[in-house]
């Protein structure tokens, strides 16, 4: 009962910071005199043959994880790009169908195919969101030093000092994680060996979960000492954000009018926002993504509002729908369903929480 109710009140604290944030959109002078039929002529005239290839290289961008979910598991096993594949689909598919808990999905689907510690593969999955965050960020201020913006209100020049601040201390703190982490794997068992000593007061079942959970991680984090998987898994980071950044530029040429004037590195800007509104999210239904692309397209390219909302139900569309419905043909082809898939993530998750 707890659990339902700590979940709903999850979902509506997302639902009620999304509708703060449209209500306050909602105030401006171009919202209350907003055109829907210009809003239907950007969606209906969208060219279809870019459309189908932004799809197409959403597919491969879940290929590409694969690859790098499989190099970040190469120092424990060798694992199945198979099980990577649809380990990636589903687990993200189990995100825009259930929300954040869908995140422990991936870890705990492929821990189970693969045999080997859920924690390994939590390690992997932290490893992987790191990548994720440096690649996205240096793309991002590329885009921002070097992209063609033209904030003309006070409002968007000031929300881009913000976003050079936010992105520059994001990168910081994601440099000192990587640096403890790279210290915490060279020195795990000195590490570990100093936390359990500092944990003595612990039962001693208690210590030896603990002491498990840190060695499994280590090993996660095995990636970090092979230069030869580093330079793997940095390469397909790369190839998957410039895979990421060309689905929006795709899109965007899609729709034609105001967006054709739109570069790849415009594109990376609105990517780097839309990620950012992604940690407001409502399960099957989206709202940061939308809302953050909008202000961006808006404020800092002045693409009129109807367009910019066109394209921002567009991008979720044609981000999240070819993963959505794959990952329902491989839940049934496997006999899972997404209560099923929620109860291995919460399971996983607790088991975490119990031994630590």
Same mark, same amino acid.
């Given at each position: 009962?707890?659990? =339902?109710? %700590? ?16 209500? =306050? ?54 694992? $199945? ?10 687990? &993200? ?18 821990? %189970? ?19 994720? $965050?440096? &690649?996205?960020? !240096? ?16 409002? @968007? ?12 201390g994001v990168l910081l703190v994601t440099v000192i994680l990587v640096?403890?982490?790279?210290? &915490? ?28 959970? !840190?060695? $499994? &991680?280590?090993?996660?984090?095995? /990636? ?11 390469? !397909?980071? $790369? /190839?998957?954000?410039?895979? =990421?950044?060309? /689905?929006?530029?795709?899109? #965007? ?9 739109l570069t790849w590195l415009a594109s990376a800007l609105v990517l ?16 940061? #993504? ?20 066109? @394209? ?6 044609? =981000? ?11 839940? @049934? ?24």
């Amino acid at each position: 009962m707890r659990k =339902n109710l %700590r979940r709903w009140l999850g979902v509506v604290l997302i639902a009620l910071a999304v509708g703060l944030i449209a209500l =306050n959109l909602g105030r401006g002078e171009e919202w209350r005199n907003f055109h829907w039929e210009q809003l239907w002529r950007t969606l209906v005239g969208a060219n279809p043959g870019y459309l189908t290839a932004a799809m197409a290289l959403v597919y491969s961008s879940y290929l590409i994880r694969a690859f790098r979910w499989r190099s970040f598991l190469h120092p424990i096993k060798q694992g $199945s790009l198979g099980i990577e594949f649809v380990g990636q689909v589903v687990g &993200f598919g189990a995100v825009f169908f259930l929300g954040r808990i869908g995140e422990f999905v991936r870890p705990a689907y492929i821990a %189970r195919k693969e045999g080997v510690p859920f924690t390994a593969m939590a390690a992997v999955w932290l490893l992987e969101r790191i990548y994720d $965050s440096v &690649f996205v960020i !240096l793309v991002s201020a590329i885009a921002l030093f070097l992209g063609p913006l033209e904030p003309e209100t006070s409002e @968007a020049r000031s929300a881009l000092v913000r976003m050079h601040w936010v992105g520059g201390g994001v990168l910081l703190v994601t440099v000192i994680l990587v640096g403890l982490l790279l210290v &915490f794997r060279m020195r795990s068992e000195a590490w570990t060996a100093r936390l359990l000593r500092a944990l003595d007061f612990l039962p001693g079942r208690a210590r030896h979960h603990f002491e498990h959970l !840190l060695r $499994s &991680f280590a090993v996660g984090l095995g /990636v970090l000492r092979s230069w030869q998987d580093f330079q793997a898994s940095a390469v !397909l980071t $790369s /190839v998957l954000w410039f895979v =990421n950044v060309t /689905v929006f530029w795709l899109v #965007f040429h899609a729709l034609g009018g105001d967006f054709s004037h739109l570069t790849w590195l415009a594109s990376a800007l609105v990517l780097f926002m839309a990620v950012l509104g992604m940690m407001a999210q409502i399960p099957g239904i989206g709202g940061g #993504f939308q809302l953050l692309a909008i202000l961006a397209l808006t404020g800092f390219f002045n693409v009129p509002l109807e367009e910019a909302t066109g @394209a921002s139900l567009a991008l979720w569309v044609v =981000n999240s729908f070819p993963c959505m419905v794959l990952g329902l043909v491989f839940l @049934a082809h496997e006999g899972l369903s997404l209560r099923k898939l929620k109860a291995l993530a919460e399971t996983e998750r607790e088991s975490v929480v119990e031994k630590t």
